[in-house]
């Protein structure tokens, strides 16, 4: 069964640092996503993107991040200056179209010190 | 812009009963309600959706029923087993996977 993939599954890094966070979606899939939950709370959107520019984003989704598809199969998220607060786990998500269900990739958890 | 409410936070029910989870949604133009099952330090997988074209959908030990009128959609899931134990979330959209908002998640304990 075709995945989401994501790396790294764990990253610790320093307040302020940048950090750029990997998804391989799935290959037919056309609209891409991040979620991010942190520890013990809602599963909490941040961007979709598709056709190679953001479609929605969250009002998380501030100045300090940014997405990117560099290629024809990855897809990232950036966290310019990361915060304490940036500590949570994001989740990528593929689907084939809008109207789609959605697959989600295993997460990469942040942990910012 | 939506705002999904879950309900409860914690639910424990015995092996083999039934339980319920319930949702309510603020924006009536939503049509897509998925429910995700999460255990513990994995990913959200869907278990089960509906569209606003139906009232209800099942697939064997889990249904889901959507009302609408008052905005609110459930999952039903019955004999239940210890592997149903997670935290399950309902969510909404009004452009099916696009924008998904996400409830707080209920965590399902199944006692044996």
């Known amino acids: 069964e075709p995945e989401v993939t994501q790396t790294p599954s764990h990253q610790v890094t320093q307040m302020g640092q940048e950090v750029i966070l990997r998804c391989v979606p799935i290959?037919?899939?056309?609209?891409f996503y991040w979620y991010r939950q942190i520890l013990g709370q809602k599963v909490e959107f941040l961007v979709s993107?598709?056709?190679?520019?953001?479609?929605?984003k969250s009002e998380i989704f501030d100045d300090q991040f940014s997405v990117e598809r560099p290629d024809g199969s990855n897809f990232t998220l950036k966290i310019r200056s990361t915060k304490l607060e940036d500590s949570a786990m994001y989740f990528c998500?593929?689907?084939?179209?809008?109207?789609?269900?959605?697959?989600f990739g295993a997460g990469s958890r942040l942990t910012v010190l | 812009g939506e705002n999904v409410e879950q309900h409860p936070s914690t639910l424990s029910v015995q092996e083999g009963d039934s339980a319920v989870i319930k949702c309510t949604y603020s924006d009536s133009a939503s049509n897509y309600f998925p429910w995700y099952k999460q255990e513990l330090g994995k990913r959200p997988q869907l278990i089960i959706d509906?569209?606003?074209?139906?009232g209800e959908k099942k697939d064997q030990r889990i249904a889901v029923t959507l009302n609408k009128t008052a905005k609110h959609f459930s999952l039903h899931i019955t004999e239940t087993q210890p592997e149903d134990s997670a935290v399950y979330f309902c969510?909404?959209?009004?452009?099916?996977?696009?924008?998904?908002?996400f409830g707080k998640g209920t965590h399902l304990i199944i006692q044996p």
């Open positions: 290959s037919n899939h056309l609209y």
């Open positions: 969510a909404a959209s009004i452009r099916g996977a696009d924008g998904l908002t």
């Open positions: 509906i569209r606003s074209n139906v």
């Open positions: 998500a593929s689907a084939a179209s809008g109207a789609n269900v959605l697959t």
């Open positions: 993107f598709y056709n190679n520019e953001i479609s929605e």
